[in-house]
């Protein structure tokens, strides 16, 4: 692996198909890869989901969306559309990508979407030998041999690959008006701005991850009556039936904000909020970028 030739590779595009939690874990190692090099550009390629919040990282340049079939959150698209994905990555005439994944993830079919692409040297970890797939190869020693938290594994990536790594704080950005047009939805929704508020986001998007909403509904009230503040539930769309149920059980002082707030309403929420409770998903993550103190319920997962 020669990584003096990473100095001169200008245009990047870093892989990251996942949700948007995996997303802002890997923010430290995109901006080492975006600094280490005066005028390089970064593409990110993600998911739906990822693209959500890629906008408010403020080194990634430009986004590609695709729900890849080898994601579970892509897993109907159809073979058409990733031949139309790998045209256009190579009509992006990338000198070099790397490819960012949790160990339980095969990197392999996004190592061929860039070589079908043409893109001549892609980084990434693999366990087995990828052979031309993957020209600066990292062995992959998660889980057999130690595991390490998923921020420290990217950066660890890219200082493979000769960037130096300065720093591990997230980087997520929004503009100064969204703090405004928070205050103003949530005046409009009955919120009283002037009495104190916390979060709680009850949805998440595995199963096995959720906290039960009776539970919620115990906790809220327990906190209500002994801490004296308001509760925002906050949560996409389709969570919109488990905030109203919570909010029904829950009593006086409880706001259903799920499906009400853009993206950056919600991150300009968790930025000023004095505490985020949440089951183990994206806001967790979007409150760590902000230092906002968080309460995660955590189920087995790696």
């Known amino acids: 692996m020669n990584t003096a030739d990473w100095k001169n590779f200008k245009k990047i595009l870093c892989v990251r198909p996942d949700n948007m939690g995996d997303l802002i874990m890997t923010s430290p190692a995109i901006r080492a890869l975006k600094k280490a090099v005066p005028g390089r550009k970064i593409t990110l390629l993600t998911s739906k989901a990822g693209a959500l919040i890629a906008d408010y990282i403020p080194e990634v340049d430009e986004v590609i969306t695709c729900n ?67 020209t600066d190869w990292i062995p992959d020693e998660e889980p057999l041999f130690k595991i390490k938290h998923e921020v420290r594994r990217q950066l660890d990536l890219v200082a493979a690959i000769g960037v130096n790594v300065e720093e591990d704080a997230f980087s ?24 104190p508020w916390i979060i709680l986001h009850p949805g998440v998007s595995e199963e096995k991850r959720q906290y039960p909403p009776a539970e919620f509904v115990k906790a809220i009230k327990g906190i209500t009556e002994k801490l004296n503040v308001q509760v925002l539930l906050t949560g996409s769309e389709a969570e919109k039936e488990l905030a109203a149920y919570i909010q029904k059980e829950s009593g006086e002082g409880v706001f259903s904000m ?26 967790v993550h979007i409150a760590a970028a902000f230092k906002t103190p968080v309460l995660v319920l955590y189920a087995l997962t790696n």
Do not use: H
């Open 68 to 134: 890849l079939p080898w994601e579970k959150i892509g897993a109907d698209n159809k073979s058409d559309e990733v031949l139309a994905l790998v045209n256009l990555l190579e009509e992006g005439d990338y000198d070099a990508a790397v490819l960012f994944n949790v160990y339980s993830q095969n990197p392999l079919p996004n190592a061929m979407l860039c070589y079908m692409a043409g893109i001549k040297r892609v980084a990434g970890y693999c366990r087995e030998n990828p052979y031309g797939l993957i």
């Open 172 to 195: 997520l950005e929004i503009d100064d008006d969204a703090e405004g047009m928070l205050w103003e939805k949530l005046t409009t929704e009955g919120v009283d701005i002037n009495k």
């Open 258 to 283: 799920a499906g009400k707030l853009s993206v950056e309403e919600l991150l300009a929420a968790i930025k000023i909020t004095p505490l985020l409770i949440s089951n183990n998903t994206g806001p």
